[in-house]
Each structure stands twice: as structure tokens, then as C-alpha cells.
């Protein structure tokens, strides 16, 4: 079965940063794009980055460009999310999702969402 | 960025049908994903490019995509589709690879 599972959230402060990952299994990591997707309290879904099978292609969204790096580790099946410059609205839950093809096939898994916290 | 627009939320009786659009300019010319996601759960895809079922989804759900309009169409609805709904959106020429619309909320009476 494909898990995705999410560490290294929690409380931070405005202006801090956070690294989150993402252990994948269950499938042949290095096949399929990915992408990080969030959520903030009673709101909607959000995706704010992607990584290609090879790192070869990334996308971010305008609300995390020059702030959040994504990247991935094929040799670990893992994937990360660095966070800078952490600001109260990034407030919510992040996902770690795999992408149902190469890239653009949509978002077949995800992983249980973990919280992250912006508040002095 | 491109911008998708839902309806915010859509109330249909029990064995009714429930359409929930998704509009987006030349949407017609964008592949189409369609999620559900119940509360405190991370969200199942329905559909993908426009009008594929994934495995395991009920066959009451189906996609279309106009050109104007996407629509995600819920048949013989249950309460257990009672739900968010999400359209999504792959803009594969710009850095923002993907655009989530803003959510339809529906409620089966």
C-alpha cells in the first residue's frame, strides 16, 4: 500500500523556519512527481509546490516563491519542504502528495497532513 | 495566475443529482481534477482529465468538461456524500503547476 507519511511540524515563530519531510513507500518513488499541498484552519486546499521524478522541474505558488524550497531525495524515498521567513498565515496543515502520473495527472495520495503553527 | 471559480455550496435531496461547476478562462483547454474531501480527512480524487473515474469511485460520479465550464456531476446522491468538492486545475506552462479552485460545499438534505 503507498504511505505517505509527514514529519517535523509543530509550533514556530513569526519569522522562524521549519523543515518538514515526507517518507515515502508502497511505490517506485522515483516515477512520479510530487507536490506539497496545505490547508489552513476552515479553508481551502492550497498546493504550493512541486517536484518533478528528477528534480528536473519545480513550481511554487506566488504565496511561498523565494520562501519555500522543495526537494526530494529518490535514494531515501523522502521529500521535503524547507521553510523560511514563516509567516502567521502559513498557519495550517501540509500534506505531502503524490502526483498520479509524471506531473499534471492529478493527486492520488496523500499523506495524513501535519500541523504547522505560526505564532509569537 | 490562473484562477478557478466554484460555487459555495450545493444542496441536493437524497437520489437527486448534484452538478457543481468549476469556470476558468479557456477552461476548456486545461485538464480538470475533481476531489472530495470530508471533514478532518485529507482529500480522495474523483476525477481526473475531465471525465476519468479513478478505480474504486462509484460510477454515480462523473466529469465533463465544456470548455466553458467543468462539471463534477454526483447521481442518486447519498448522505455520505455530503462533502467538500475541489476542482483542480494542471497549468503546466507556468511555475504554478497547479491551481485548486475555492471548494463547493455540498449537503444532502
Known amino acids: 500500500d503507498v504511505q505517505l507519511v509527514e514529519s517535523g511540524g509543530g509550533s514556530v515563530q513569526p519569522g522562524g523556519s521549519l523543515r518538514l519531510s515526507c517518507a515515502a513507500s508502497g511505490f517506485t518513488f522515483d516515477a512520479f512527481g510530487m507536490h506539497w499541498v496545505r490547508q489552513a484552519p476552515g479553508r481551502g486546499l492550497e498546493w504550493i509546490l512541486g517536484v518533478s521524478w528528477n528534480s528536473g522541474r519545480i513550481g511554487y505558488a506566488d504565496s511561498v516563491k523565494g520562501r519555500f524550497t522543495i526537494s526530494r531525495d529518490n535514494a531515501k524515498n523522502s521529500l521535503y519542504l524547507e521553510m523560511n521567513s514563516l509567516r502567521p498565515e502559513d498557519t495550517a496543515v501540509y500534506y505531502c502528495?503524490?502526483?498520479?502520473?509524471?506531473f499534471g495527472a492529478g493527486i492520488d495520495y496523500w499523506g495524513q497532513g501535519i500541523l504547522v503553527t505560526v505564532s509569537s | 495566475s490562473y484562477v478557478l471559480t466554484q460555487p459555495p455550496s450545493v444542496s441536493v435531496a437524497p437520489g437527486e443529482t448534484a452538478k457543481i461547476t468549476c469556470g476558468g478562462d479557456n477552461i476548456g483547454t486545461k485538464s480538470v481534477h475533481w476531489y472530495q474531501q470530508k471533514p478532518g480527512q485529507a482529500p480522495v480524487l474523483l476525477i481526473n482529465?475531465?471525465?476519468v473515474r479513478l478505480s474504486g469511485i462509484p460510477q454515480r460520479f462523473s466529469g465533463s468538461n465544456s470548455g466553458i465550464t467543468a462539471t463534477l456531476t454526483i447521481s442518486r446522491a447519498e448522505a455520505g456524500d455530503e462533502a467538500d468538492y475541489y476542482c483542480?486545475?494542471?497549468?503546466?506552462?507556468?511555475?504554478?503547476?497547479?491551481?485548486f479552485g475555492p471548494g463547493t460545499k455540498v449537503t444532502v438534505l
Open positions: 502528495a503524490k502526483d498520479a502520473g509524471y
Open positions: 482529465y475531465d471525465s
Open positions: 483542480q486545475v494542471w497549468d503546466g506552462t507556468a511555475d504554478h503547476l497547479y491551481v
